[in-house]
């Protein structure tokens, strides 16, 4: 429940700290500057740590005295950066109908720059807005826009990419379509990783998106791996600059209060005591909202110890702050467990209140989620309507000729009549013939797809063939070897001092962990003793220890129901492309990530390499090797690098159905 009501907070942590452009201007930008009198680097600076001040309030009241300072200068940008920053704060608050007031004021002003990253930001802050009051259908409108503008803008443009990823994860989690929004912040995550900025913003940027992650779990009841992600959010906030203190605290109250609430719920209450008060040191004052659960939290927990002179008077201030912040769904939570005080003392009056009361707007909640659930639906369909844009207009065409039709039909009875028996002739020939290329294609495919099957099945074969001679024979052998030096040493116990005896031992030793290792590669034994995610996870960490290239394996949906050949599939595609990073990419950081979505199941590879150019490079073994396995499973792969930007490969298969394995 607490990560729910905290989620549009964390989610916009990014979007609010990349209200002002760091690092270096571009054209553009220069070129805007110099048509002002004024110091606009002076200014830029002024309206940068005005917006991380530590109070609030103050915080707005200078970035207020920015904004019309910049606009009196002439300086656009200026104004648009101080307006989003002051639309930000209002945000943090709470205060919604304030934030979407400023970012609307920053808009014209970012137009006016001629900066389309600067219109692009303030869209995307109406989306987050809208999403956070369940506007969801202006919400992925505006995130639309905002992805519009970004096709038009410099790619090395991560900030503002970073930020639309960011919402449009949280604007599908109040979508409840969970897939698209670990997705989204997966990508958000790819684009940070590859960011060239600073230590401070890398960090800022990052921490909103393991938050997220975490709140993915949690949702999900998978509580280990949100207390993993959250510990992280703490680690890498660490790092900050001083100057980034209120930055820091607000992501430091957030993480330390889900963990409260986690470790409450596992009902490990000491912990959840232990980080619940750290939350209320940090937020007191600043973060009503961490406070408000943090209470809850805390409630629970003396109940549990029968410290319930303390759990009543804390569920009371919590309940009071939940009546001031309008939150229902804690609200509602709070009355229960102020029942169920009430019925351990035996105030079964008092208990009987609480419970009506709970019940009485529960009712209340029913009604306002089915009236959300349809809104839901209307965004969805409305998201459904954007995407489909050519299509709809092709339909409006249609129904257009059709009334022309309609309304002509008296007059041409008899030649319509006629021509339709000719076209339905013309139609009956033209669809024989098609059916006929239509099979023979078919057919030609299926003959394709077969083929490449066997080659593949062929290569499987030999690998196993050669992994079993390595593993049986001359493993066997180094075996036998090494027994034999062995027996010398105990009849000669003087071999034991002999370097050179020793050194020979040692030789037979990694001789026979690399036969092992080649066999075990050439034959994956580890795909019948784990699950196929367990597999590559520990593959990726034996490259990770063996080279130095650091991999960042991510998985998500249920791999269990995959079919052997299926898994050894696409084993052998994640080894295939990690080995050619390793030989060609001189990269320092990978991204590998399976994600199964409904029937299809897709591969993205990533790296930070040196790229190439793929309309120069011609494929070498290991590509010609990865799009034959592709196309043997009727899959599409996708290969996107340039020259110092690393390198992206796309996979997407179909899952063969369940009890239908693949042909092999």
Known sequence: MLH????????????????????????AQEKHQAKTNVDTVALD???????????PDTAIQQLKQLGQKSIDAGYFLGAARAFRAAGGRYFDLGNYEDALVYYKKSLPFAEKTGLKDQAARCHNCFALVYATQGNYTEASEECFKALDILKT???SDYETGISIYTNLAYLYECLGQAGKRIYYLTQAEILIRKWNTSPDMMIR???????????????????????????????????????KESVRLYHEANALVNLGEIYGR???????????????????????????????????????????????????????????????????????????????????EKALDYTDSMIALKDTLVTAEKIKNIRQEDAKYHIAEKDGQIARNELLIARQKDKIARKNLWIGLISASVLLLMALSGALYRNSKLKQAGIIRSLKQENKI??????VQGEENERIRLARELHDGIGGMLSATKMRFMALRHDNEDLVRSPRYLEAMGLLDIMGDEIRKTSHNLMPEVLLKQNLTEAL?????????????????????DFSNLSNDFKLNIYRIVQELLKN?????????????????????????????????????????????????VLSLDGHYTLKSEQGKGTTVYIELGIPIAGKPMDT
């Open 4 to 27: 729910k009501i905290l989620s549009s907070f964390t989610c916009f942590a990014l979007s609010c700290l990349l209200v002002v452009v760091t690092g270096k201007n571009s054209y």
């Open 45 to 55: 600076l002024s309206i940068k740590s005005a917006a991380y001040i530590t109070n």
């Open 153 to 155: 803008i410099d790619t």
């Open 205 to 243: 940027s990052l921490a909103p998106i393991l938050a997220g992650k975490a709140n993915y779990f949690s949702d999900n009841q998978m509580s280990d791996s949100a207390i993993k992600y959250y510990k992280e959010v703490l680690n890498v906030i660490k790092g900050l600059g001083a100057d």
């Open 266 to 348: 596992n009902c490990d209450w000491e912990k959840s005591v232990s980080y619940s008060n750290k939350a209320i040191a940090i937020a007191r004052g600043k973060y009503p909202d961490v406070v408000e659960c943090a209470y809850y939290n805390l409630g629970q927990a003396f109940r549990y110890f029968k410290k319930y002179r303390e759990a009543e008077d804390i569920f009371l201030q919590a309940l009071k702050m939940s009546n001031a912040l309008q939150h229902k769904a804690l609200l509602t939570a709070g009355y229960g467990y102020l029942a169920d005080v009430y019925r351990d003392t035996r105030q079964y």
């Open 450 to 455: 077969s083929i490449l099957k066997g080659v």
């Open 537 to 557: 996870r520990t593959y990726c960490n034996n490259i990770q220890a063996g080279t130095g290239l650091q991999i960042n394996f991510q998985s998500f949906g």
């Open 581 to 629: 990073i390793q030989q060609h990419a001189n990269a320092t950081y990978a991204v590998v990530q399976l994600m199964i979505l409904e029937a299809y199941l897709t591969v993205s590879v990533e790296d930070n390499g040196k790229g190439f150019n793929t309309d120069e490079t011609k494929d070498g073994i290991g590509l010609h090797n990865l799009k034959t396995r």
